[in-house]
């Protein structure tokens, strides 16, 4: 089994608050658990109304496949006009 792991961290400079922050997160986690069947939740900064860090776990059985999964969310969050990547921190784990 392996195991594809982020943890990002972003930053929303267009949110005034904490509901214009949900909007965007929730509109890009919707659309990135869609588009590649990965888990994606809010793990961080909940209460802060301009940052957000989320966890996205991907489970396959082929290393190169989760890194090509990532990759791709990895440009969905790259091409948001709404959100910018301030930290992006990725494993792959084999178990």
């Known amino acids: 089994m ?3 792991i982020v943890e990002l961290t972003l930053d929303i400079p267009g949110a005034s608050s904490l509901k214009d922050k ?42 190169g496949h989760a890194e090509s999964v990532l990759g791709k969310v990895r440009n969905v969050f790259d091409r948001d006009p709404d959100a910018e990547i301030i930290d992006w921190l990725q ?4 178990r």
């Open 2 to 4: 392996i195991l594809g």
């Open 22 to 63: 949900r909007q965007v997160i929730r509109s890009l986690m919707d659309r990135i658990r869609h588009d590649f069947h990965v888990s994606i939740s809010e793990v961080g900064d909940q209460e802060l109304w301009n940052r957000a860090t989320l966890g996205i776990a991907c489970v396959t059985n082929d290393a």
């Open 91 to 94: 494993s792959i784990e084999h």
